[in-house]
């Protein structure tokens, strides 16, 4: 158990006084962190379950990502894309090569992709397609989650995501996930993409019916509708391979990357797309200060360098295989179902996660609820077997004690 010093509870204080209140944290003041590893103020260790949402794939304070910033640093940081730098090119070359696309378009957060995904959709659909101008719709799935933007929010269908932020974006026509038949139902001669998550994150690990995302690409190839993957949390060894489209073989028209690939780091985001839709951006189209700066770009080749070499997508296809066997011989009779695949793993519980979270924290695993009854198991990809004990065995002790 750990107590609440009095530091902890002055950082807490502040945080709430000056600090908005959009997020509502675990009482968990992490002032240092390694690999799987949180210190909390009070030098308690905690293992991470939640990696950032999937941001350090690679693992806290990677020494190889962290020299790649500290050279980088030294030389420069920021020219902005009114000039060119020397560690750009390199950055992109290594990022297209390893998703297989021909260009990419470098941003900061995730969701600053999305959007680039979203108005590039737009442009072919009327450039390409042939849509009327401002008719383009994009179809999205019920319990998406795409960031906070006013458009990701437009095409969100969770009520609290969208309460009072209105008007929203147009051109958003949201379907059940996981539902094909509704797809085919939903594709009109405007539709000009779909946007979607190949494993939902926020949404609560929904992986969709096997053969699914197969037949949505194959419907998007019959109707000529682009097929945009958003697989910021997804990506880069997650789920077991590099991409969860790999699952399913399918190659996205769009894909929209970042969290894990500024290891941790950096704000690090992009969508890749072959040339001849990324094409149709010309200068002054879209664009970003910090998108593509020298820093963000090393720390980016780092992150990548580390996942490759590391074999970081088998590690989460073992360790999440074995921690997948580890929680079905638990057997809580509060537990409903586990699902995922590699180290994005989703608990639903019969009561509310948040409890369950609490539980883990006070035996030293940060654990958080993702949908109110769902807990979300994602810890860095590099756990150990050691460390896999220590959560299966934390985990059983906090579901006995409720
Ligand atoms: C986190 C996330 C985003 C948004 O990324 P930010 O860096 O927070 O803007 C978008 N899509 C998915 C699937 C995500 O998990």
Request: net charge negative.
């Amino acid at each position: 158990m750990h107590a609440v010093s009095e530091r902890a509870h002055d950082l807490i204080a502040a945080e709430e006084r000056y600090g908005a209140h959009n997020y509502h944290p675990l009482d968990l003041i992490v002032a240092r962190a390694e690999g799987v590893w949180l210190w909390d103020v009070d030098g308690n260790r905690f293992l991470d379950c939640i990696s950032a949402y999937s941001a350090v794939n690679q693992g806290h304070c990677h020494p190889r990502i962290r020299a790649a910033l500290v050279e980088q640093s030294a030389k420069v940081t920021l020219t902005s894309r009114a000039m060119r730098n020397d560690r750009m090119p390199g950055f992109l070359e290594k990022l297209t090569r390893l998703c297989g696309f021909d260009m990419a378009l470098p941003t900061n957060t995730g969701v600053e992709a999305v959007e680039t995904g979203i108005k590039l959709a737009r442009r072919w659909g009327y450039s390409v397609k042939g849509i009327r101008p401002d008719a383009a719709e994009i179809v999205v799935f019920s319990n998406n989650f795409h960031g906070r933007t006013m458009s990701a929010v437009s095409a969100s269908t969770t009520p609290e995501y969208r309460k009072h932020f209105g008007p929203f974006v147009p051109g958003f026509t949201a379907i059940p996930y996981g539902d094909a038949d509704a797809l085919e139902g939903a594709i009109k001669p405007e539709t000009c993409a779909i946007l979607i998550e190949p494993i939902q994150g926020e949404g609560g690990v929904n992986v969709p019916p096997e053969g699914y995302l197969k037949r949505a690409w194959a419907l998007c190839r019959e109707h000529q509708v682009l097929f945009i993957a958003d697989e910021i949390q997804t990506g880069f060894g997650r789920t077991g391979d590099l991409f969860a489209c790999d699952y399913d073989a399918i190659k996205p028209d769009v894909l929209l990357v970042g969290k894990a690939l500024g290891g941790g780091f950096y704000p690090v985001s992009a969508a890749l797309a072959d040339r001849p839709v990324m094409s149709l951006f010309g200068p002054g189209d879209h664009g970003s200060t910090f998108g593509g700066n020298p820093l963000g770009s090393a720390v980016a080749e780092a992150a990548i360098d580390v996942l490759v070499d590391e074999k970081l997508a088998s590690r989460a296809r073992y360790a999440g295989a074995k921690i997948m066997q580890g929680l079905r011989a638990i057997a809580s009779p509060l537990v409903k179902e586990i699902r995922g695949r590699g180290l994005l793993i989703g608990i639903e519980l019969s009561i509310p996660a948040r409890r369950v979270s609490e539980a883990l924290l006070a035996r030293g695993v940060a654990a958080k609820d993702t949908q109110e009854m769902v807990l979300r198991i994602a810890p860095p990809l590099v756990i150990d077997d050691a460390a896999i004990d220590y959560f299966l065995e934390r985990f059983r002790d906090a579901m006995a004690s409720l």
